[in-house]
């Protein structure tokens, strides 16, 4: 939107949600970003300093607002698109609020709405509750509980330290989890990312990059790792009606779940263009897909661009998709 509204072209914004925020609206009370303020804004806008070092979640919701209305942004909203259409030279944007005609579409989804839940051993027995983190509200819920919660990344040990301080619980991973160094949080790992997209841009070899999956330790994580709360098992092999079962025959009462186990693109409204791949991507050439050239992606992780999935790094990409739109359609015609 930012970028657009720098052009000659007409578009509109088409938003599920019944306000601004997008995902962020969703999730827990107490979730930080893991770099500060200035490290974590859009396009044109820094976003303002609330006087925490990581901001919270409702300072989040709080800046995509003010700057949907900085920028008066031309925003639908609720609406949530059901399908995409090849119509003529044109898409068409099948809603639940009516149809839209557009020569170009961007689809910025994310993932928040495709959460992935594992299915274990014993999952239809287990008579417990079980949730995905997108589903986590608040610690209160669960005081008193035995609890488990699945995932080594920094979701799984932001719950985990909020929850230990209300009830029993046990973080249970597949694979140990890497904790970055207390100095290193998300500017670190955004400029790592930058430094490899412009290697590879220039031909050169490009240098070794953390994971954005390894816990960044802010103040909530540091101080449950001094009580020794982030101390993992691995993964349970099973559930039976009760609880939970290892390997060795170790058996848990468990009275509900916390499954901190990531998400996949979500992408179900593109199903009727044909171009989801197995892998349940789209294929692109940088954002634009391969096999519908009036469609593009943008926000969805590194195979869009490096960091597009974060709110400092999905600005290049979406400056660049603008720009191919802009080419491909010129000045002056209908876009959504």
Not at 27 to 34: D, E
Not at 129 to 151: D, F, K
């Amino acid at each position: 939107g930012y970028y657009l509204r720098r052009t000659g072209l007409s578009f509109v914004l088409l938003d599920a949600e019944p306000a601004p925020g997008g995902a962020w609206r969703e999730t827990w009370p107490s979730l930080r970003l893991f770099s500060p303020a200035q490290w974590s804004s859009l396009p044109g806008w820094m976003m303002p300093s609330s006087g925490e070092e990581y901001p919270s979640r409702d300072d989040v919701v709080g800046y995509l607002d003010a700057y949907e209305q900085r920028y008066q942004l031309p925003v639908e909203r609720p609406v949530r698109v059901r399908a995409v259409h090849r119509r003529d030279d044109r898409l068409l944007i099948e809603t639940d609020r009516g149809a839209w005609s557009a020569r170009a579409v961007v689809s910025a989804t994310g993932t928040w709405a495709n959460p992935v839940m594992p299915v274990v051993p014993g999952s239809a027995l287990f008579r417990g509750m079980q949730l995905h983190s997108a589903h986590y509200s608040r610690p209160e819920l669960h005081r008193g509980q035995h609890t488990i919660v699945v995932g080594a990344g920094n979701s799984g040990a932001q719950i985990v330290a909020e929850l230990a301080d209300v009830t029993d619980v046990v973080w249970a991973t597949r694979e140990a989890p890497r904790f970055l160094p207390d100095d290193v949080d998300g500017r670190v790992l955004f400029e790592q990312a930058t430094a490899r997209y412009r290697a590879l841009r220039e031909g050169r070899p490009p240098p070794p990059t953390r994971s954005l999956g390894d816990i960044v330790s802010v103040p909530a994580v540091r101080a449950a790792r001094a009580r020794g709360v982030l101390e993992p098992l691995r993964m349970f092999d099973r559930l039976v009606p009760g609880g939970a079962v290892w390997s060795d025959g170790t058996a848990r009462d468990v009275d509900a779940i916390v499954w901190a186990t990531g998400f996949r693109p979500a992408l179900e409204h593109l199903s009727s263009l044909g171009v989801i791949e197995p892998d349940g991507r789209v294929r692109t050439d940088q954002t634009r897909a391969i096999l519908e050239p009036k469609l593009w992606l943008v926000g969805y992780g590194n195979w869009t661009g490096y960091a597009s999935a974060t709110l400092v790094g999905v600005g290049r990409t979406a400056r660049s998709t603008v720009t191919e739109i802009e080419a491909m359609i010129g000045a002056g015609t209908r876009a959504a």
